[in-house]
Structure formats: structure tokens, C-alpha cells
């Protein structure tokens, strides 16, 4: 009997897609493990004079490991939507990706980190003052973050200059309301559900998820344009 079809099958299927979603997060994690080890800390500082000691490397290590090890899982999961990937060498793929990839995105980190930077600094001094700065910075940070998301995406799925893919993106980014409330929307619900129900998603799946979540999401756009520019 073959275990391929019916209810085996459908069974089969969804644990080989766990399997692929929950290895790629592992390893997203473990090109991240100096950040990661950053960012546990910074839960347990019991002096403000110690923020400096753990913020300064985290945010140095940002354009050098995170910003390339997204990108690479970005890679990934684009490879599955579009059916252009043998998933029989998992790491052997991601490992190809993040150093394809590198140099592209670890400038384009650099610059993200400056911009988050910014951000951060600003949402510091105002949250104080004025609550209608602070909802305007919130704003700005969703349109930040789905800049980020869109911007890994674009990185995987074209082989174009910095500075032409970022004017691309932000043309995305404002200009494709759909794919902006899809990407706010379904990130945000696996976050929420990550940090508040099923805490255990965080080093398994919510890495992972978001990535396919939103690049399916890119994708569906892409052919969109695609075929609006047959017709």
C-alpha cells in the first residue's frame, strides 16, 4: 500500500513540511546564536549601565549575521513556493543562499540597522511627549518593518543593485496596499501567537513562517504584475 495517499499521505505531507519549517528556523537560529545570546541578556540586566555593553555588539552583529541568515531563509522558502528547490539537502541549500547572498545583504542590513537605529531613537525621546509623535512613529515603524520583510524578498527573487532594489522596494511597499496589509497582518499573528500562546513557535517556526507567510504573499503580487504587463 503506498503511504503517499489518502489520510497516511495528507499525514505524511504535513509532517515533512513541519520538518522543513522547524530545521530552517534551527538553522536561521544558529547563524543568529551571538544575537541571540545578546538578546536573552539584555532580559536579565539588572543595571541601565550594562544596556550599553550588550546594545553596542547587537547592533553591529545585526548587518553581518541577521540580515544575511533571514535572507538565506528567505531563499529558502522562495525555492519551495515556486518549486525550483530539491529540499533533500536542507542545509546544503541554506548554506548556498547565505553565501550567495552576503555581500547584498549585509549592505543592505547595514543600512535597515541605521534606519531601525533612528527609529528606535526617536520612539526613546518621545514616548514621553507627545502621544501623537508616538502613533506617528508606530506607524512608521509597521511601515519600517514590512519595508524589511518586503526588502528580503526582493533580494531573493531579483539580482539588482542596492540601490535599485531599495527604490524598488519602497515602490512596493507604498504602492501595493494588499501586499502591505498582508505582510503586516500575517507577521504580526504569528508574533502574537509566538510571544503569547505558543511560546515554543519562537525557535521552531516563527522564523520560518513569517518568511514563507510574506513571500507568498510577494509572490502572488509579482505574477499579478506579471500578468497585468501581458496584457
Known amino acids: 500500500m503506498n503511504n503517499k495517499t489518502g489520510f497516511m499521505g495528507g499525514l505524511y505531507a504535513i509532517s515533512e513540511w513541519i520538518m522543513k519549517f522547524s530545521l530552517i528556523n534551527l ?18 540586566i539588572e543595571q541601565i549601565e550594562e544596556l550599553p555593553l550588550l546594545l553596542i555588539p547587537l547592533i553591529l552583529l545585526m548587518p553581518i549575521l541577521f540580515f544575511p541568515a533571514t535572507t538565506a531563509m528567505f531563499g529558502m522558502v522562495r525555492g519551495w513556493i515556486i518549486k525550483d528547490e530539491d529540499s533533500s ?24 540597522t541605521i534606519a531601525w537605529m533612528i527609529w528606535a531613537v526617536d520612539v526613546y525621546y518621545f514616548v514621553d511627549k507627545s502621544s501623537i509623535l508616538m502613533f506617528l512613529f508606530m506607524i512608521l515603524g509597521i ?72 513571500f507568498s504573499a510577494f509572490y502572488r503580487n509579482y505574477l499579478k504584475i506579471i500578468d497585468k504587463s501581458k496584457n
Open 89 to 112: 539537502h536542507l542545509f546544503k541549500t541554506y548554506w548556498r543562499y547565505y553565501k550567495e547572498n552576503y555581500k547584498r545583504s549585509a549592505s543592505s542590513g547595514l543600512i535597515l
Open 143 to 214: 511601515i519600517l518593518f514590512v519595508f524589511s520583510i518586503n526588502l528580503f524578498s526582493v533580494t531573493v527573487h531579483y539580482h539588482m543593485k542596492l540601490i535599485t532594489a531599495l527604490k524598488n522596494t519602497f515602490l512596493l511597499t507604498i504602492g501595493s496596499p494588499v501586499l502591505f496589509i498582508a505582510v503586516a497582518i500575517s507577521s504580526g499573528v504569528v508574533l502574537y501567537i509566538s510571544l503569547n500562546v505558543f511560546r515554543f513557535f519562537l525557535p521552531f517556526l516563527t522564523g520560518s513562517l513569517i518568511a514563507f507567510l510574506c
Open 27 to 44: 538553522f536561521w537560529i544558529l547563524f543568529n546564536i551571538p544575537i541571540v545570546f545578546l538578546l536573552l541578556n539584555l532580559l536579565f
